[in-house]
């Protein structure tokens, strides 16, 4: 075990634990933020940089601070290393540059993109980002394409973070497209005009952290404001069958794997991780498919809280009545403290 100091917290976690993930357990703001990082797939991490941490002091045999900002996700902790995250100033100043790079090609789609409302570059930019860009260059720019049956690429949108190349290698059965290119021109394609489709292809859109990849199912259909989000599940012979069902009125608009706090699909009971297969996501758009569980709980930092209803007995129980199921475990109490702006 190894004790690490983060932004003045002091916990101990196993050898081997990295930076981002002792943080993750202290929890909060001091969590960096993760673009290219994701827990559930192998080698994820190191490519977009805005985990960057100041560690001030190496470890307690060699306490030596490191020269320049480390990458979070890819740097393990020592015994008595001391980081520095949201308490360093300088470190906020080089992650607002590197959110500044970041947006170098990124265009201002917020007002057409799916992803508005629950993206991550659209967070980083609210608290990093600059009114104004300095890059007087012409931007990269594509043509949206169909690389798949489901899925929509508008790599004017892409951060080149390789997350769906990741699921793509890791949990479907043959991966066809990649970066392609080297450099400004890198771009994800599919290779010899081969189109993406197998059964879990989806997975590609739920770890997607900007608007690159959309689902062709769900564009233009509705802000993700306007809906409302139901956990539920139904026995699948292809996958964990745990999904997130987004209502408008009494119509599925789309469904989704369940995502924890930092994003990530939240994970079975015996660990592995909640996949959901396309057949559950594009084919199972009815309430008859499901098993309704209940109203998904809505952080209130979310602009999805918008149209938050968890915690409101009436509006609860109308909801239940409308799905025509009643969820096991869920209580329609109001309960002290459910109309407080600041509960969570």
């Given amino acids: ?5 983060i932004d003045d917290i002091t916990i101990e976690v196993p050898d081997g634990t990295s930076i981002l993930e002792a943080a993750r357990i ?9 673009m290219c990082y994701y827990s559930k797939l192998k080698t994820s991490g190191g490519y977009c940089r805005t985990c960057i ?16 900002p480390v990458a979070s996700c890819r740097t393990t902790v020592m015994d008595g290393m001391v980081v520095r995250n949201i308490t360093s100033p300088e470190n906020l100043e080089a992650r607002a540059g590197v959110v500044e790079f970041l947006l170098l090609n990124h265009p201002l789609d917020c007002p057409i993109c799916d992803q508005a409302g629950e993206c991550d570059l659209q967070d980083l930019a609210y608290k990093h980002g600059e009114e104004e860009t300095r890059y007087q260059f012409p931007r990269r720019e594509f043509e949206p394409e169909d690389i798949g049956p489901y899925i929509k690429l508008n790599m004017n949108r892409c951060i080149l973070c390789y997350r769906c190349v990741k699921v793509a290698d890791q949990i479907t059965d043959g991966r066809c497209h990649g970066v392609v290119n ?3 021109v890198s771009q994800i394609s599919t290779y010899i005009e081969q189109a993406i489709d197998n059964d879990f292809s989806g997975n590609m859109i739920d770890v997607c952290p900007v ?21 539920a599940h139904r ?5 964990s069958g745990k999904v997130r069902l987004w209502y408008q009125g ?22 592995s991780t909640a996949w959901i297969c396309n057949d559950c996501r594009f084919d199972k758009k009815e309430t008859k498919d499901w098993v309704i569980e209940g109203p998904t709980h809505v952080n209130r930092r979310s602009v999805i809280s918008a149209n938050h209803y968890e915690g409101l007995a009436a509006i609860k129980a109308d909801t239940l009545r409308m799905l025509g199921s009643q969820p096991h475990g869920v209580k329609v109490d109001l309960g002290e403290g459910a109309l407080d702006p600041n509960n969570e």
């Fill in 1 to 5: 075990m190894a004790k690490v100091t």
């Fill in 26 to 34: 202290i929890g909060g703001d001091i969590a960096p933020p993760a």
């Fill in 53 to 68: 941490v100041k560690v001030e002091q190496g470890s307690a045999k060699d306490p030596r601070p490191m020269p320049k």
């Fill in 182 to 184: 080297r450099g400004e």
């Fill in 211 to 231: 608007g690159a990849l959309t689902d062709k199912t769900f564009r233009f259909k509705s802000r993700v404001w306007y809906t409302k989000p139901v956990d």
């Fill in 235 to 239: 026995d699948c012979p292809k996958c």
């Fill in 250 to 271: 009494e119509e599925v608009l789309r469904v989704t794997g369940r995502k924890d706090q930092w994003g990530e699909i939240e994970n079975n009971e015996d660990g």
